[in-house]
């Protein structure tokens, strides 16, 4: 079980979404599928009226102007708008009531909403956008995957530990090194938002390979090089491992020595 969630972890974020909201939306889904419609279906309803105040108010003074004045020109408008408005709302009526079919093959609705919820989680992460709403979906997904994590840790089903001593006696068999490599715990802090992990240490033309939260752990590999960050600003970059066993790097601002967190170092000439 170890080794599955292990190899689960290790994959891109990406696809973890994508296999996570499908099993976590099909369980849904069996269990709560008529509540979930129902909620759904607020959407459409509140579209309808919202398209009915618009209709009218476009409607009003149109009507108006052509009860008053008269014109060939405003009375073709007015009846195209009066089609154009009944066919509008018979589709918003339509898609509202097909939210209420008790059907038992609901394969659309489901793959609408697994579709929804991917773009809320993935199109922010891949599109780089540090928007605190926007980035709502994957905060939330990455704080329910963590706490799934945790869950399986307290009771035993899962030892990221054991699996690194794993992934590493591997590495040392490839090189034919014996040397056990020492790891260094940073820790997150000062993030508005999330520190992004990115395949290299550029701001530019990269990949994010995962997002961190504050006071997540993180394992440092040793390896530091200075990069640009912002423009033209140069600073330090790290690469590490996170708790997802994702591997790539990471500004060092933002990361700080577990052991050390509460203190303030400055560096000097001797």
Not at 66 to 94: P, Q, R, W, Y
Not at 144 to 169: F, R, S
Request: glycine share 6%; proline share 3%; charged share 20%.
């Amino acid at each position: 079980m170890s080794v599955i969630i292990s190899a689960f972890l290790s994959l891109p974020f990406g696809v973890r979404v994508a296999v996570s909201l499908a099993v976590w939306i099909l369980v849904l889904w069996k269990f709560f599928g008529n509540y979930i419609r129902y909620g759904l279906s607020v959407i459409p309803f509140l579209l309808r009226l919202l398209f009915r105040l618009l209709y009218w108010i476009v409607e009003i003074p149109v009507t108006t102007i052509h009860s008053k004045f008269g014109s060939i020109f405003l009375a073709k408008l007015e009846n195209k708008m009066s089609t154009v408005g009944e066919h509008i709302d018979c589709v918003i009526g339509c898609w509202y009531s097909g939210w209420h079919t008790n059907r038992k093959i609901e394969f659309k609705k489901c793959l609408i909403v697994y579709l929804v919820c991917i773009a809320i989680v993935l199109v922010p992460f891949y599109m780089n956008i540090n928007n605190d709403i926007l980035e709502v979906g994957q905060t939330l997904y990455t704080r329910g995957e963590m706490a799934c994590v945790n869950w399986l840790e307290e009771h035993k089903w899962y030892d990221p530990k054991n699996q690194k001593e794993i992934h590493k006696t591997k590495q040392m068999g490839q090189t034919g090194e014996q040397r056990e490599a020492q790891e260094i715990m940073l820790v997150v802090s000062g993030v508005n938002s999330s520190l992004l992990v990115r395949d290299i240490p550029s701001t530019e033309n990269c990949t994010v390979l995962d997002r961190l939260q504050n006071d997540d752990i993180v394992v440092w590999t040793g390896q530091m090089v200075f990069a640009e960050a912002e423009g033209d600003h140069v600073e330090p970059w790290v690469k590490i491992i996170t708790q997802n066993n994702v591997e790539g790097w990471s500004r060092l601002y933002y990361l700080h020595p577990e052991q050390y967190a509460d203190e303030v170092y400055f560096v000097g000439k001797e």
